[in-house]
């Protein structure tokens, strides 16, 4: 509440302070004058983005907006030259008069530049590059773009699609965006400036899996914050632009289907449909946008488990252990989604005043089946199981943006909603928790010892030959389970800008910015679990599913057997095609079978299966974060050479969060005591509670300093140093306890700290008519406080740990853990990390090569990234203790340090796409490459986790019919169809060399989509 206040005042003094200004400055306005108007496009009259204009011999200029509109303010009254450029087209410089306190509109019309006696030709591909260089070029800061051009002319599959070819972008998940090796939930999405709520149960991550590339009017990728952006994106912010009505009544419609050569499905589409017009004498606008799409997809994976292994006498260096293969797992996923949405956008225009309201909605139903076959190599055991998951997500934008120009100030004000949410239909088989298996026969022909272990590789699991006898045994499920996931947030957000224009002289000109937000931010989580132990008690397991079995040939006084629920035909259908067909996939589980039995026999948690009450509560949590902020800032122009933005930003967290203390005293049932919701003795609660709720404040200060010079008109250097933060994710820092025996035990930890970042930019860009756009950038980041989880010993967890204490333990009548037990939890690294690298960018349309050749339209980008942060850690060595009569093996805690990458960060990015135009055809091939991306730091440098170098090849054609606004169009994406592979480090052999071991090779779909897009 202080620092609302605080923001509050800052904002009402200098409201106040500005009238003053103003008043001061009446008895001068009659020497100026302003010039506004709207530049377009010779050819087809489309307005243009980010055209740069400027009174000749003075710093006096602007850029056209996303309308194309423009104005300069406080020229001096008589003849002036504007000069009017934009990269791709001629210049024009054209006298003007200003006249004293008027605004003259003057409009500009803009032909492309060519040979001369060429034919002047519109390039679809030509023109949304050079909307995007142009907006880039004419940025106060140092970002990306996809123009609203290039999505509307050949759009790319998804969003997250189209961000990924921008240099220094890689994809988490395949729809989350990785920032310069900075992983998704420590990046900012936003639509239309406002920030998108987290779409995941644990973490604050947004899956762009929601947006469809085809609603948008540009993408943004802000590398370099300015102080009026949110400070919480430490690798950057994206920004989706939501295109609003043009004037005429415009329509467009795009219907596809598709088709997946790796799972041999059809039953995808994609439909879409947009219609607008202006009313009103153009003041009122609106676009209605509704979409729909399903997909029938999936991945296919195997994946070796390898375990450290203890073959000789001696402690092996740490990082030179030997390890073994000890399970090998068969994975093919199946995923089918449906995902519908829509926008309508109201805009209304008066002379100096627009008001914006935005309505998004966007769901997706997900279908999810991830059919396993794991070999337990090490104890010759195979395993069945489906990891099964129908769920929904929910996502609703509301926003009211008004923007009003009172010539001696620009008041930006908005109040926006953003709400996300996920339901659960049904779920199962999570953490192999409902696997079919039989102990008592092998499934194996031979055996496993270590030795032979030492030296299998997933090659030789290919060539294996099973025990014919182990299918046509008695293959059964020993427990059963069922699981619900829900969450929702509610994001809440005033903002206001006040922007004040500076004119000292005709050469020393900018703007002073301030402003403020109140962002409330509300999350709930929960979990449900019901169980049974369905070997044991097979009867009441399957007592409420009794009549369904029998009339399925089923003998419900027995566990289910997998010959009754195994899906035959598989492996003559979609198995068939299992690891690019190297691989038959066949001993299935039939998810339509299994659902049926779930829903039934579980009782959906009433009469049915018991309720696993530790699991049911651990992860519940309510909370609340409130952010308060202020910020201000001025970014000048002098003489038309430098250019400097400074400011800074302040910004207040509260937060505020209740979750549960969970006390588990029997592990196998789930049953456990919640001290803090049951009722118990006012001390246990008080303690209970103590742990379990935080209510806290912090606070940051964000200096930010941008340089540009502009050594030449066609080469500037840009210099940035911004200092933004990370906030810890959900599951970390919420305050649950949970007691899983005396030896394990898990807590959140409300009192990290957020993850702050200094960054250093430096991006020096040649651009002309004939390069097009060159830019040589780099960048250095270091982090601090940088969290991470960690397992340590319940006698080495400090005081700032919520884990109750032997004390505390005592005062809640609970057994106390032994002081070996291995409590996880989350931790501040006191050592910084450190991220550091070089992009590479060139866009170009070849327009001044001979007539064949002069349609081609190149964009090549490549980034080099390197990090490293010492990670504090804790393992474990086995000792002797011989301090009774008999000497027993201990294992004895050592902190160690290690150094090691960033997760998520990748050593090489390339981007390359060739695009041709021809009249009513354009095509464009693109290749993509993400290099050795490390995905998981272990305890031990032989556990981590990274990837080989993948390679994406896609393929875009669109023809224009004979019939105006009707184009047909085909898109081929992974051609290559090449597997991904992970890999760990270490040794087979303890006299061999350390190696690189295949761990995981995956296959992601290929797939043909061919459609038509019709617009007027």
């Known amino acids: 509440m202080y620092a609302l206040k605080t923001s509050l005042l800052y904002l009402l003094l200098t409201v106040l302070s500005a009238t003053c200004l103003k008043a001061q400055g009446q008895s001068q306005n009659n020497r100026f004058g302003n010039v506004s108007g709207i530049v377009s496009e010779s050819i087809d009259g489309e307005t243009l983005i980010g055209v740069n204009l400027l009174i000749k011999g003075t710093s006096l200029g602007t850029s056209t907006d996303e309308y194309g509109e423009y104005i300069i303010r406080r020229i001096p009254v008589g003849e002036q030259i504007l000069i009017v450029s934009y990269i791709g087209y001629e210049s024009i410089e054209r006298t003007i008069n200003v006249i004293s306190e008027e605004n003259t509109v003057i409009n500009f019309t803009l032909k492309p530049q060519t040979l001369e006696g060429q034919e002047v030709v519109v390039s679809s591909q030509a023109s949304g590059q050079k909307s995007a260089i142009n907006e880039q070029i004419n940025s106060r800061t140092i970002k990306n773009v996809v123009s609203a051009e290039k999505i509307r002319e050949l759009p790319d599959a998804s969003a997250a699609t189209a961000i990924s070819r921008l240099p220094g972008v890689s994809l988490e998940g395949g729809d989350k965006i990785v920032l310069r090796g900075i992983k998704a939930s420590m990046n900012a999405i936003t639509v239309n400036g406002i920030q998108l709520p987290s779409t995941s149960m644990n973490d604050r991550a947004t899956n762009l899996g929601f947006i469809s590339s085809n609603m948008l009017a540009g993408i943004d990728v802000t590398k370099a914050i300015t102080p009026d952006m949110d400070a919480n994106a430490i690798g950057g912010t994206v920004n989706l632009r939501l295109q609003e009505a043009p004037e005429d009544l415009r329509f467009d419609f795009l219907m596809e289907g598709s088709y997946n050569t790796q799972d041999e499905t059809a039953d995808n589409y994609q439909i879409w449909g947009s219609v ?34 203890n073959v000789t006498d001696e402690v092996l260096p740490y990082g030179e252990a030997v390890y073994a293969m000890n399970s090998f797992v068969y994975g093919d996923q199946v995923r089918i989604t449906e995902q519908t949405g829509g926008n309508l956008i109201l805009d209304f225009k008066l002379s100096n005043t627009k008001i914006a309201l935005q309505n998004t909605y966007a769901t997706t139903n997900n279908n999810y089946s991830g059919h396993l076959d794991r070999l337990l190599l090490a104890v010759g055991e195979r395993r069945f199981d489906t990891d099964r998951d129908i769920s929904s997500k929910e996502l609703l934008i509301n926003a009211l943006q008004i923007e009003n120009d009172l010539d001696f100030m620009k008041v930006n004000f908005s109040l926006s909603s953003a709400r996300s949410k996920k339901d659960t239909d049904l779920r199962y088989g999570q953490n192999n928790s409902f696997d079919f298996q039989n102990g008592t026969i092998s499934p194996f022909l031979t055996n496993f010892p270590v030795n032979e272990r030492l030296l ?21 499920p020993t427990r059963g389970e069922r699981q619900w ?59 409420l599913a009794e009549e369904w079995m029998r009339e399925r040939g089923m003998d419900p006084t027995r566990p289910p057997l997998f010959s009754d ?75 038309n050479k430098f250019r400097v933005l400074g400011g800074i930003r302040y910004e207040n967290l509260h937060s505020d969060y209740d979750a549960n203390m969970t006390l588990t005293t029997h592990p196998i049932d789930g049953n456990a005591r919640i ?118 010993l319940y006698e080495n967890l400090d005081e700032s740990i919520i884990y109750p204490s032997l004390s505390e333990m005592d005062r809640i009548n609970f057994q106390a853990p032994s002081s070996k037990a291995s409590i996880t939890t989350f931790f501040n690294n006191p050592y910084p990390a450190h991220i550091r690298g070089i992009e590479l960018d060139w866009q170009s349309h070849l327009w001044y090569l001979p007539k064949l050749w002069s349609n081609i339209v190149l964009s090549i980008n490549y980034t080099r990234s390197f990090s490293e942060m010492d990670y504090a850690q804790t393992n474990y060595k086995q000792e002797q203790d011989c301090s009774g009569r008999f000497c027993i093996p201990i294992a004895v805690p050592f902190d160690t340090l290690r150094t090691a990458r960033l997760i998520q960060q990748g050593n090489h990015l390339v981007n390359m796409s060739i695009g041709y135009d021809y009249k009513g055809f354009s095509g464009r091939v693109s290749y993509r490459m993400q290099g050795n991306v490390i995905t998981r730091v272990a305890n031990r440098p032989e556990a981590d986790l990274f990837s080989g170098n993948s390679h994406d090849w ?33 040794k087979r052999d303890p006299e061999g060399q350390v190696l690189n071991n295949l761990t995981r090779t995956s296959y992601y779909a290929r797939r043909f989509q061919i459609g038509l897009r019709y617009s007027f």
């Open 276 to 309: 607008s017009n202006r009313f009103l004498k153009n003041k009122l606008g609106v676009f209605v946008q509704l979409n729909a799409n399903r997909s029938n997809g999936g991945g296919d994976y195997s994946q070796a488990g390898y375990s450290i292994q």
């Open 485 to 543: 996931q829900e969450f929702s947030e509610w994001q809440k957000v005033a903002k206001l800008d006040l922007t004040f224009p500076i004119g000292i002289t005709n050469n020393i000109t900018g703007e002073f910015k301030t402003g403020g937000l109140y962002k409330t931010s509300e999350r709930e989580n929960g979990q449900d679990r019901i169980t049974a132990r369905i070997a044991e008690n097979p009867t009441l397991s399957n007592s």
């Open 954 to 986: 896609d393929l875009t054609i669109r023809q224009k019919m004979p019939l105006d606004g009707l184009s047909l169009f085909l898109n081929a994406m992974n051609i290559g169809y090449l597997p991904n592979k992970n890999y760990q480090r270490f």
């Open 456 to 476: 299998l590789t997933p090659e030789d699991i290919y060539q294996l030959e099973f025990n014919s006898e182990y299918l046509e045994s008695d293959i059964t």
């Open 675 to 792: 001290p803090n919701e049951e009722f118990d003795t006012p001390e246990v609660q008080f303690v209970a509670d103590s742990l379990t709720s935080i209510d806290k404040n912090i606070d940051h200060w964000f200096p930010n300093v941008q340089l540009q010079y502009k050594i030449n008109a066609n080469i500037d250097l840009r210099l940035a140093y911004t200092k933004s933060l990370s906030r810890p994710d959900y599951n970390a820092i919420v305050p649950s306890v949970y007691s899983a025996s005396s030896e394990s035990g898990r807590a959140g930890n409300p009192n990290l700290k957020p993850a702050v970042s200094d960054n250093f930019d430096a991006y020096l860009s040649f651009y002309n008519n004939q390069i097009g756009l060159f830019t040589i950038g780099a960048f250095y980041k270091e982090i601090e406080n940088m969290f991470y989880s960690e397992a340590r």
């Open 565 to 639: 629920f195994k899906n035959y035909e598989y492996g003559d259908g979609r198995g068939s095609n299992y690891l690019g067909g190297d691989y038959i996939m066949s001993q299935v589980i039939d998810t339509e079978l299994m659902d049926q039995y779930v829903r039934l026999a579980s009782g959906n948690g009433i009469d049915g299966w018991g309720f696993h009450k530790a699991d049911t509560r651990k992860n519940d949590y309510i909370g609340t974060e409130t952010i308060s902020a202020f910020y201000g800032m001025i970014d000048f122009n002098l003489w």
